[in-house]
């Protein structure tokens, strides 16, 4: 009998338990890409900056994106996979300007503000930069919004 009773306790708080951990561990990775999306926009301003010469960043993909790093002599791509570990999260909706690639001149200075969602679960973030190239990294509120990659080609 006591048994039974145990297994009902530890049954109960299974119950309340896990979907707390889902939600929390898709927090964790939508929050986690956005970061990542922070940086990357952060450095690429900086690249521009440092070395004269336009950088972007490509969010066409509902898996991906794409870094353009360009020198004076040549430009090399790097994709980002968030599909997979540690992040797992998708694109939801990107809008910079009327497409769906942020650029920064060579001074650093954005083409234009916008943002980009990314979802894990029912977990939404947000990255949204201005004209001014101020970034934000917040969750994301309500609907989207803005169309999802692909949707502007």
């Known amino acids: 009998m006591e048994a039974v ?3 009902a306790m530890v049954g109960t708080i299974a ?4 979907p707390r951990y889902a939600t929390s561990v898709q927090r ?5 890409a956005a970061r990542r999306i922070s940086a990357e926009m952060t450095d690429a ?3 521009a900056r440092t070395l004269g010469v336009q950088q972007a960043l490509h969010f066409k993909r509902a898996d991906a994106y794409v870094v353009s ?9 790097r994709t980002i ?4 570990e540690p992040y797992r999260v998708s694109v939801a909706a990107s809008r910079f300007g ?8 060579a001074g650093g200075a954005p083409d234009s ?5 990314v979802q894990s679960g029912t977990e939404r973030w947000s990255v949204q930069i201005d004209a001014e190239g101020v970034i934000t990294t917040l969750p994301h509120q309500g609907a989207l919004g803005m169309p999802a990659p692909g949707a502007l080609d």
């Open 5 to 7: 009773l145990v297994m």
């Open 15 to 18: 119950a309340v338990a896990v």
């Open 28 to 32: 964790y990775r939508a929050e986690g």
């Open 45 to 47: 301003a900086m690249r």
């Open 69 to 77: 790093l360009n020198t004076a002599h040549a430009t090399a791509l």
């Open 81 to 84: 996979d968030l599909s997979g």
């Open 98 to 105: 009327a497409d769906h690639v942020l650029i920064f001149d």
């Open 113 to 117: 503000a916008g943002a980009v969602v």
